[in-house]
């Protein structure tokens, strides 16, 4: 009785099949969550004003490197302070490419993803035998370096008040307003949450995790550990890259300034509040920490209360730092656990727990 | 007699310590060999030479032919030797089926980019190991763990998904680091089932550490004692109970024996 004889087991005839309990989505309620979100991102700026869509745009953005830092930080357990640099790869590669030689924004694109994922080839070699904390001094470095580099090609090649980029097209669709922004950004971020999605249930995402959590025990039943480690830095780099081509061309000006340690900081907080691990996690934290200050501004507007910018500012440190320390101690798992029990609990109701026949899954 | 594993003159030191001293053992193909001997006599460091994780300084393992020092823990992998580990290298946020699908990773292949587009070849293949899986599922009984992660399960089912993981690579050689340990009894008549059926339906070599001998006595083929770093008896079990060194490598003899203190009865 090898393992390789006789895989046939299961008639084909029975109303059951292995790729049912591989899908991404099981059951009909799961599917009519997705259709409601979609409908909901849809009609979004027939109802939202120029401001709020302005603000998905900015999440949009937030969210596609979110879910690549999380593949790699939350998954792959490799701790990335990195992030700023690697957006600001990304929006310099772009930007001087069009600013020399007049390249197409999707060739930009393309570029900033190519630059990121060499940028993160080469940190995954210099901390191939590093862990946690070693990787993050590591990317630490990468920070320092490559924003110095950024400060000096501005000042000596580029304008130092910023770099500004003309309007992006794609073939006969300009991206001039908002709206047109949004649908754009809606398809792309749809591509790549679907696409880490499928990643981390495929025998890639299976072998970035296994080496993240153990790379030993990996070793030791053959997985190529080397190569998991330099693959996962550089394909969520060069997502992390490519973001920040479209976070330069959706603003239409971009300056090193932008891309400090806080920017790293605010995407580590991304992760921690939506779910270390998580793809739903990505984006809802992505979200949550991109519309927190906006949030708090509106609240404030709302009760009339006239508080002094500099206050302010104070304000959006304190509630920022408050919620990642709120997150740790009270939901390590962030928001993408607070939504499956709640979706659990919707599933189940009126009911306070599920039947034994329903199952685990 | 027809062995799978070969290990000759085998030397490993870290430092001054010395941990294995010219140490000659083999596996027969297709039996259960156990590997007994005191803690700290260097049976898991003999794993981890074969597996490639320590450099031993001299001697020769040869796996089914081939000289295999050197060889990095991957290679010795994909050439056909799985390993179960003492201290539960489960991959906790794995559910169980991902677990043993990790130990299939050899028979992946595709990009990145396959792996995120999904649909077609990559998920082909990954029903077809997940159908291989299932039937190392079905052997191990482990139906109701499918989608359990393993940080989840209780101790004795991380041993046995351990155990399962690594026959889930389709080894042509297993490695077992003390599956029993820690064990309730039940679950050790489960282990013991489990490892008879290998041997007899599986055509699988085992190199087994155990330190439960009644266990050993009952199932192994073959058996190796390491004391101290040494190989000091090898023979089926009944043969090596009665060698002298090995009497006193375990109960210990009247010249090392030390007696109590009296120091101890007064605290006490």
Same mark, same amino acid.
């Given at each position: 009785?090898?393992?390789?004889?006789?895989?046939?087991?299961?008639?084909?005839?029975?109303?059951?099949?292995?790729?049912?309990?591989?899908?991404?989505?099981?059951?009909?309620?799961?599917?009519?969550?997705?259709?409601?979100?979609?409908?909901?991102?849809?009609?979004?700026?027939?109802?939202?004003?120029?401001?709020?869509?302005?603000?998905?745009?900015?999440?949009?953005?937030?969210?596609?490197?979110?879910?690549?830092?999380?593949?790699?930080?939350?998954?792959?357990?490799?701790?990335?302070?990195?992030?700023?640099?690697?957006?600001?790869?990304?929006?310099?590669?772009?930007?001087?490419?069009?600013?020399?030689?007049?390249?197409?924004?999707?060739? %930009?694109?393309?570029?900033?993803?190519?630059?990121?994922?060499?940028?993160?080839?080469?940190?995954?070699?210099?901390?191939?035998?590093?862990?946690?904390?070693?990787?993050?001094?590591?990317?630490?470095?990468?920070?320092?370096?490559?924003?110095?580099?950024?400060?000096?090609?501005?000042?000596?090649?580029?304008?130092?008040?910023?770099?500004?980029?003309?309007?992006?097209?794609?073939?006969?669709?300009?991206?001039?307003?908002?709206?047109?922004?949004?649908?754009?950004?809606?398809?792309?971020?749809?591509?790549?949450?679907?696409?880490?999605?499928?990643?981390?249930?495929?025998?890639?995402?299976?072998?970035?995790?296994?080496?993240?959590?153990?790379?030993?025990?990996?070793?030791?039943?053959?997985?190529?550990? %080397?190569?998991?480690?330099?693959?996962?830095?550089?394909?969520?780099?060069?997502?992390?890259?490519?973001?920040?081509?479209?976070?330069?061309?959706?603003?239409?000006?971009?300056?090193?300034?932008?891309?400090?340690?806080?920017?790293?900081?605010?995407?580590?907080?991304?992760?921690?509040?939506?779910?270390?691990?998580?793809?739903?996690?990505?984006?809802?934290?992505?979200?949550?920490?991109?519309?927190?200050?906006?949030?708090?501004?509106?609240?404030?507007?709302?009760?009339?209360?006239?508080?002094? %910018?500099?206050?302010?500012?104070?304000?959006?440190?304190?509630?920022?730092?408050?919620?990642?320390?709120?997150?740790?101690?009270?939901?390590?798992?962030?928001?993408?656990?607070?939504?499956?029990?709640?979706?659990?609990?919707?599933?189940?109701?009126?009911?306070?727990?599920?039947?034994?026949?329903?199952?685990?899954? | 007699?027809?062995?799978?594993?070969?290990?000759?003159?085998?030397?490993?030191?870290?430092?001054?310590?010395?941990?294995?001293?010219?140490?000659?053992?083999?596996?027969?193909?297709?039996?259960?060999?156990?590997?007994?001997?005191?803690?700290?006599?260097?049976?898991?460091?003999?794993?981890?030479?074969?597996?490639?994780?320590?450099?031993?300084?001299?001697?020769?393992?040869?796996?089914?032919?081939?000289?295999?020092?050197?060889?990095?823990?991957?290679?010795?992998?994909?050439?056909?030797?799985?390993?179960?580990?003492?201290?539960?290298?489960?991959?906790?946020?794995?559910?169980?089926?991902?677990?043993?699908?990790?130990?299939?990773?050899?028979?992946?292949?595709?990009?990145?980019?396959?792996?995120?587009?999904?649909?077609?070849?990559?998920?082909?293949?990954?029903?077809?190991?997940?159908?291989?899986?299932?039937?190392?599922?079905?052997?191990?009984?482990?139906?109701?763990?499918?989608?359990?992660?393993?940080?989840?399960?209780?101790?004795?089912?991380?041993?046995?998904?351990?155990?399962?993981?690594?026959?889930?690579?389709?080894?042509?050689?297993?490695?077992?680091?003390?599956?029993?340990?820690?064990?309730?009894?039940?679950?050790?008549?489960?282990?013991?089932?489990?490892?008879?059926?290998?041997?007899?339906?599986?055509?699988?070599?085992?190199?087994?550490?155990?330190?439960?001998?009644?266990?050993?006595?009952?199932?192994?083929?073959?058996?190796?004692?390491?004391?101290?770093?040494?190989?000091?008896?090898?023979?089926?079990?009944?043969?090596?109970?009665?060698?002298?060194?090995?009497?006193?490598?375990?109960?210990?003899?009247?010249?090392?024996?030390?007696?109590?203190?009296?120091?101890?009865?007064?605290?006490?």
């Amino acid at each position: 009785m090898s393992i390789n004889m006789n895989t046939q087991r299961i008639p084909s005839s029975l109303p059951t099949s292995r790729g049912r309990t591989i899908a991404l989505r099981r059951g009909r309620a799961q599917w009519l969550t997705v259709l409601l979100g979609a409908l909901a991102l849809l009609l979004l700026p027939g109802v939202a004003s120029v401001f709020w869509v302005h603000l998905a745009n900015v999440s949009l953005i937030a969210v596609i490197a979110a879910v690549a830092l999380n593949i790699l930080t939350g998954n792959a357990r490799l701790v990335s302070l990195g992030q700023a640099a690697f957006l600001g790869i990304g929006a310099f590669t772009a930007g001087i490419l069009q600013r020399a030689y007049d390249v197409p924004f999707p060739v %930009a694109l393309a570029a900033a993803a190519v630059a990121g994922g060499i940028a993160g080839f080469f940190i995954a070699l210099l901390s191939l035998r590093l862990r946690v904390l070693y990787v993050a001094v590591t990317t630490l470095v990468l920070h320092f370096t490559v924003t110095t580099i950024f400060s000096f090609v501005q000042a000596v090649f580029l304008d130092s008040s910023g770099i500004i980029l003309p309007l992006p097209s794609l073939g006969i669709l300009i991206l001039k307003t908002p709206t047109q922004w949004y649908y754009f950004l809606v398809v792309v971020a749809a591509i790549v949450v679907l696409g880490a999605l499928n990643l981390l249930r495929s025998f890639i995402g299976r072998r970035w995790t296994a080496v993240g959590e153990h790379d030993l025990a990996a070793e030791a039943l053959g997985v190529p550990v %080397a190569k998991a480690k330099l693959s996962v830095f550089a394909v969520t780099s060069a997502v992390v890259a490519f973001a920040g081509a479209l976070s330069a061309y959706y603003v239409g000006t971009f300056s090193f300034e932008t891309y400090n340690l806080g920017l790293a900081i605010a995407y580590l907080a991304m992760i921690i509040v939506g779910g270390v691990g998580s793809v739903l996690g990505s984006v809802l934290g992505a979200v949550f920490i991109t519309l927190l200050p906006h949030v708090l501004d509106q609240m404030f507007l709302l009760l009339d209360l006239k508080i002094r %910018a500099n206050v302010l500012a104070g304000i959006h440190q304190i509630t920022f730092g408050a919620m990642i320390v709120g997150f740790l101690l009270f939901e390590p798992r962030g928001l993408a656990e607070l939504w499956r029990r709640f979706s659990a609990a919707a599933a189940d109701w009126p009911f306070r727990y599920r039947s034994v026949d329903r199952g685990n899954r | 007699m027809d062995c799978i594993l070969e290990i000759e003159d085998l030397s490993l030191s870290f430092g001054g310590l010395q941990v294995l001293r010219n140490v000659r053992l083999d596996v027969l193909r297709g039996k259960v060999t156990a590997l007994i001997g005191p803690n700290g006599a260097g049976k898991t460091a003999l794993l981890n030479c074969v597996s490639g994780i320590y450099a031993p300084q001299a001697g020769q393992i040869s796996f089914d032919g081939d000289n295999i020092i050197g060889w990095s823990p991957e290679r010795v992998a994909r050439a056909g030797v799985a390993r179960s580990f003492q201290n539960l290298e489960l991959f906790p946020s794995l559910s169980v089926l991902e677990n043993l699908l990790v130990a299939r990773d050899q028979h992946f292949r595709g990009t990145a980019l396959g792996a995120a587009i999904f649909f077609g070849p990559a998920r082909r293949r990954e029903l077809l190991e997940r159908e291989k899986v299932e039937r190392v599922i079905d052997f191990f009984e482990l139906w109701p763990l499918r989608h359990v992660r393993a940080h989840d399960l209780p101790y004795g089912q991380q041993k046995i998904v351990g155990f399962a993981r690594a026959m889930a690579a389709d080894p042509k050689l297993l490695l077992l680091d003390e599956p029993g340990s820690g064990l309730t009894r039940d679950e050790k008549e489960d282990l013991a089932r489990f490892i008879l059926r290998l041997r007899f339906d599986w055509e699988v070599s085992i190199l087994w550490i155990e330190h439960d001998l009644q266990m050993v006595s009952d199932l192994a083929d073959r058996v190796h004692v390491l004391n101290a770093g040494e190989c000091i008896a090898s023979g089926t079990p009944n043969e090596v109970k009665q060698v002298p060194a090995v009497i006193s490598a375990y109960v210990g003899d009247e010249a090392i024996a030390v007696p109590p203190k009296k120091s101890h009865a007064a605290a006490i």
